[in-house]
């Protein structure tokens, strides 16, 4: 029988490093048992090569599960190829459309997704702006709580339908810091109520509504918690986000390989966040797995005796209901889904309307 360290692998999505899998890449994902991997521009380089990776990778036996950014407008990583629509930005569609039309057009991306294999899309972005923050350019669907709860329901509502699980993000709110957690640690310093007047309640209502999955923010909140960032606190996973707003999804870090976190060693900081309260480890780099993976289970101890049974518990449930997304049969069939007249009409018209916006 496993102990808690073997199955800390199975807690583990990950980036690889091509437009195809490394036979090291294959070795590491099928022996650990690695259950998701995220995949980025660097990975896409035309629609049959797409194709063919996520067929690859639906091949594994246990097969990990396929997941991208893909909010609409900047945030696409699909945009470069010219057989996917270029669906507007979050904010464009907060400006052009009504809360069906949002629903619709969540509903044709993740059509498009799904015929890939693809079954995570990490969106919507559910942050509320209180300063001005180039980070958000775009990815919000409006400025207060309530209109960013109700768009970013309409797109969750869209993605659903079709059948994909989406990520509300970033937790508690990235709104009130100027600097971008890519390149340092932000620090807000305000106190938790401020959060609950504001910040929390697009979350709250989102959770409401059954999301089920919510990635943290690499923040420090001095007054919340002043010891740890929001991804490596218990205070906001566990008491906060499990607790009091009672969520029982998935609760997914931010990349672990971006700069907010930079001087903690990689291992600390993923069994940190498991400690904290967290279930899926989202390492986006793409590195040495198997390097990787040693180094986590050789600096396991007893101090990091965590619930794995809760988070795999969540993560069996989840990986069972959409791991049953695979690719259509052939490449074909794909471009016959990504032409369909009915998503092709929709994003002319939602060009032809922020073209009059403009």
């Keep these: 029988m496993k102990n808690n360290k073997e199955y800390l692998a199975h807690l583990l999505w990950t980036g690889i490093k091509g437009t195809t899998l490394s036979a090291d890449e294959k070795k590491a994902i099928q022996e650990e048992e690695i259950s998701g991997l995220i995949l980025f521009k660097r990975n896409?380089?035309?629609?049959?090569q797409l194709f063919e990776l996520c067929r690859e990778i639906h091949r594994l036996k246990p097969a990990p599960l396929i997941m991208i950014d893909r909010e609409g407008g900047e945030v696409d990583r699909l945009k470069h190829l010219p057989d996917f629509y270029n669906w507007p930005s979050p904010e464009e569609l907060s400006k052009i459309c009504s809360l069906e039309e949002i629903e619709k057009t969540g509903f044709y991306m993740a059509r498009e997704m799904k015929a890939l294999g693809i079954?995570?899309?990490?969106?919507?972005v559910v942050d509320v702006p209180s300063?001005?923050?180039?980070?958000?350019?775009?990815?919000?669907?409006g400025k207060t709580p309530e209109e960013i709860f109700l768009k970013s329901k309409a797109y969750f509502l869209g993605?659903?339908?079709?059948?994909l699980a989406a990520c509300a993000k970033h937790f508690p709110g990235h709104?009130?810091?100027?600097?971008?957690?890519?390149i340092t640690l932000p620090v807000d310093e305000r106190a938790l109520e401020k959060?609950?007047?504001k910040d929390l309640l697009p979350f709250q209502k989102i959770i409401d509504e059954k999301i089920e999955m919510i990635m943290s923010a690499h923040l420090l909140f001095p007054q919340v918690d002043p010891l740890m960032p929001v991804t490596l606190s218990s205070i906001f996973l566990q008491k906060i986000l499990r607790e009091q707003m009672r969520f029982s999804g998935l609760i997914v870090s931010d990349d672990l390989d971006m700069k907010a976190l930079q001087n903690i060693p990689v291992s600390e900081k993923m069994l940190s966040f498991l400690k904290a309260g967290g279930d899926v480890l989202l390492k986006c780099e793409a590195s040495n797995l198997s390097a990787l993976l040693d180094e986590i289970k050789q600096n396991f101890s007893r101090e990091h005796n965590l619930d794995i049974k809760a988070k795999l518990n969540r993560l069996k449930a989840f990986r069972t209901k959409y791991s049953v997304i695979k690719p259509v049969s052939s490449l074909s069939e794909l471009k016959n889904i990504l032409a369909q007249p009915k998503a092709q009409k929709w994003q002319e018209e939602l060009t032809n309307r922020i073209h009059l916006l403009n």
């Design 131 to 141: 300063v001005t923050n180039t980070l958000f350019k775009g990815r919000l669907f």
């Design 119 to 124: 079954c995570i899309n990490f969106a919507p």
């Design 44 to 48: 896409i380089e035309s629609l049959p």
């Design 195 to 197: 959060l609950y007047e």
């Design 175 to 182: 709104g009130g810091v100027k600097e971008d957690s890519h």
């Design 159 to 163: 993605m659903r339908k079709a059948g």
